[in-house]
């Protein structure tokens, strides 16, 4: 019987349904045949053609949601039992997307990971191929030292650490600090690219600076200076402060209330976060949003090509994952592997960051988004 798929309206043909009138008769033959396969190494595609080349996107990876509420507790954990330093690097806490298999990856491309830092310590510097991002749901005290760069962290900044630049942390005060990592890890890791060196073991610079020296060249709205007027594989900007955020998406709201378009859809602003040489995406690898729902809005049910990580900044709300609606806080992650059906409900203002791999998939052009009800 002809299937009609209800979403695109076209006719649903899977190999499912082609599969039997292609494979061949089982004759000693043929068992001789595929023993001469794999003596060799060799592997037919029409024996494995569901898996090689879905009829669309049908990851391994899960939708799956964490919670800030337990993360962060295990988090503190570490921190009383777990010593930073050389060789560990880290005291990061990867986010195990449930269908991989048990690695630290969230999806087949990106890593995110709860990085915790206790009072007083110094995470030592060293720098890697991988693009990395740090973004801030709660505390201040920590600056990220970047090529030599201080960098302050605090709630709602979000702050760049592109590949081969060196950067270690330093918590300057009697309080621990936690934020989220991401970076393009599993990518890297799967495509064997990856690159490590060790630095100092101390921060280079041990200056707290309200302002890095590149957001004093660079954090001025329009400007350019003419001494950067090269292009940059990656944004020279190290932190993107949350004051700016904050008001880029209060004015696009304000204009909708005035009746001037500048959402994305009613009631959901959003901003992404761009390198100003290219104003392209801040690193080669991982794009980075803001997205902002007025209470009460709902978006639209999508299916995107590539992955997608949300953590909720404020407020609250819940995210329908392939159908099933989960509750969110402050703090929470969810991932969209690709394709998976994804939307957002709003229940008072709901505020949430989001990184994805579409850097990656754009430049490749596998990019395809589909609108449940959009017939464009
Ligand atoms: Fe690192």
Redesign the pocket.
């Known amino acids: 019987m002809t299937q009609i798929d209800p979403i695109t309206g076209l006719e649903v043909v899977d190999h499912d349904s082609i599969d039997d009138a292609m494979q061949p008769e089982d004759t000693p033959e043929l068992r001789a045949l595929y023993e001469g396969f794999e003596a060799e190494h060799l592997m037919p595609l029409w024996t494995q053609i569901d898996d090689l080349m879905p009829m669309y996107p049908s990851p391994k990876a899960v939708p799956h949601v964490w919670k800030w509420s337990s993360l962060y507790p295990l988090a503190r954990k570490s921190g009383d039992l777990v010593p930073v330093g050389r060789g560990g690097?880290?005291r990061a806490i990867g986010l195990a997307n449930p269908g991989l298999d048990g690695r630290a990856y969230i999806s087949p491309t990106l890593w995110c990971a709860i990085q915790y830092l206790g009072p007083k310590e110094t995470a030592p510097e060293?720098?890697?191929s991988?693009n990395?991002f740090r973004f801030v749901v709660e505390g201040e005290g920590v600056w990220t030292v970047v090529n030599g760069d201080p960098v302050r962290m605090s709630r709602g900044d979000f702050l760049l650490?592109p590949g081969w630049n060196f950067?270690g942390h330093h918590n300057e005060t009697d309080q621990p600090m936690a934020w989220i990592?991401g970076?393009d890890i599993p990518f890297s890791q799967q495509n064997d690219v990856g690159f490590f060196e060790f630095g100092s073991e101390r921060v280079t610079d041990y200056a707290t600076p309200r302002y890095s020296r590149g957001e004093r060249l660079w954090c001025h709205p329009g400007l350019r200076p003419l001494s950067g007027l090269q292009r940059t594989v990656s944004s020279p900007i190290g932190a993107y402060r949350w004051e700016y955020t904050d008001r880029a998406l209060t004015e696009q709201l304000l204009l909708e209330e005035e009746g001037v378009p500048a959402t994305v859809e009613q009631g959901h602003a959003a901003v992404r976060y761009v390198n100003p040489t290219t104003g392209g995406d801040v690193m080669p690898t991982i794009r980075a949003e803001f997205h902002r729902l007025r209470a009460g809005t709902e978006t639209p049910t999508r299916h995107d090509v590539g992955s997608q990580v949300f953590q909720v900044f404020e407020g609250t709300g819940s995210v329908v994952l392939d159908g099933t609606e989960r509750e969110l806080e402050r703090g929470d992650i969810f991932v969209v592997p690709s394709w998976v059906p994804w939307s957002l409900r709003a229940e008072g203002q709901f505020d949430l960051f989001a990184f994805s791999d579409a850097p990656i998939i754009e430049r490749l052009h596998f990019n395809r988004t589909l609108i449940e009800g959009d017939n464009r």
């Open positions: 690097e880290r060293h720098r890697h991988q990395a650490t950067h990592d970076l």
